[in-house]
């Protein structure tokens, strides 16, 4: 029992992961106070900038030691995981141009637009975590290389999304994020 404790604890996961889930529960609460003064759509949220970088923390945590012992392997694995994470980056700038709302300078946060890919991600990706040993000990060769592309992929999205909101963000114009909350004028 005690051995476990001591491994346990020696891994940086063990303290980083639940560190960033509170972190990101407690930043999902925020966003959600400060999203309920703003009129928002149906599937529009208000995600402080520090919350969209936390995700790929975590996605980076579950399943960056899994690509790195894949792409170690030889060089048709590691060219995987280049190929998967150049589209990647492909797919995240497009989503963060998709999910992109409007930028809200006054909570450091942005309006975007969620759906279930997000969630869905990082459910695969904790189930690869999870059956990491099994997959990388028992199943054919083409089958790792495949996976040492996804997971690249996920990874650089998220990554690449992460930049591509915070890019949106600071290019926001201040007038037009003022026009926004004031409404349509009268230039009678």
Known sequence: MQDCLVSSSSNPLSLIVP????????????????GAALDLGPKERLRPLLMVWIDPLLVF????????????????????????????????????????IKAVP??????????????????????LRITQDAITKHHSGIVI??????????????????????QRYRNAKPFELLAEKAGPTSDL
């Open 19 to 34: 560190i960033a889930i509170i972190l990101m529960i407690i930043l999902r609460r925020q966003g959600v106070r400060q």
């Open 61 to 100: 945590l579950f399943s960056g030691e899994m690509l790195w012992t894949i792409v170690h392997r030889n060089v048709m694995h590691a060219t995987a995981a280049v190929v998967g994470g150049l589209l990647g980056s492909v797919v995240g700038i497009i989503r963060g141009r998709i999910v992109f």
């Open 106 to 127: 006054q909570h450091k946060s942005v309006v975007i637009k969620r759906n279930a890919i997000e969630y869905g991600l990082l459910i695969v990706l904790l189930a």
């Open 145 to 166: 290389v495949i996976l040492g592309g996804l997971i690249a992929l996920a990874i650089i999205e998220s990554i690449t999304r992460a930049g591509a909101l915070t």
